[in-house]
């Protein structure tokens, strides 16, 4: 992730400002940070994820959402664009700039964001109330990591490796890693 211009805006100034930009820009604490594009990999399984997800949830309120939905982690001061994630907030549906209250984060990790979706991003992540469980997806190894928040508030990992399903049980829903890993060629 690349620092945009030295700039350092307030979250309403940021929104105002990034409207008019051609490219997108993540947000936290007054720093602008430049996205770059995302490889071909990246992009199907962001995909993959996202048509399971949509299809899961055909006839609920909740809604999937790709990259291009900016998130308002208010307690972070910071704009992220997640690969996908999912909502079943009723001001998430009537939003129009950010959502605030997902229920799933999906992060695919890249070579340049992956410490980040793993630390910073995870911590800011983790103040969101409404989230339920964070899947942190790494392409190279074909892995999932799944953290589920507790009753008790704490994070627990559920590492997904091989031929099984990732159990996302704040949706009652299993999604098979062949799936997310579908149209990828290995190495």
């Known amino acids: 992730m690349q620092t945009a211009e030295q700039f350092h805006f307030t979250a309403e100034d ?3 400002w990034e409207e008019n930009q051609a490219e997108k820009h993540e947000f936290v604490a007054g720093e602008v940070f430049a996205m770059t594009g995302a ?3 990246h992009v199907l399984v962001s995909g993959n994820i996202y048509a399971a997800l949509k299809q899961h949830l055909r006839g609920t309120p909740s809604r999937a959402y790709i990259s291009d939905m900016k998130l308002r982690v208010n307690a972070a001061d910071a704009f992220f664009y997640p690969d996908v994630m999912l909502s ?4 998430d549906r009537q939003a129009e700039q950010f959502l605030s209250h997902p229920s799933l984060i999906v992060e695919v990790l890249s070579d340049s964001t ?3 979706d793993r630390g910073g991003k995870f911590v800011a992540y983790r103040k969101l109330q409404s ?3 964070y899947l942190i997806v790494d392409i ?4 999932v990591e799944c953290f589920r928040r507790t009753a008790d508030n704490d994070w ?3 590492d997904y490796l091989g031929e099984v399903d990732c159990n996302l049980t704040s949706l009652g829903f299993s999604l098979p890693l062949v799936d997310i890993f579908e149209d990828i060629e290995t190495a």
């Open 131 to 133: 989230l339920q469980e």
């Open 39 to 41: 490889r071909q990999d």
């Open 114 to 116: 992956a410490d980040y």
């Open 140 to 143: 190279d190894n074909r892995r």
């Open 14 to 16: 940021f929104l105002t």
């Open 88 to 91: 079943c907030h009723s001001d």
């Open 156 to 158: 627990l990992l559920h």
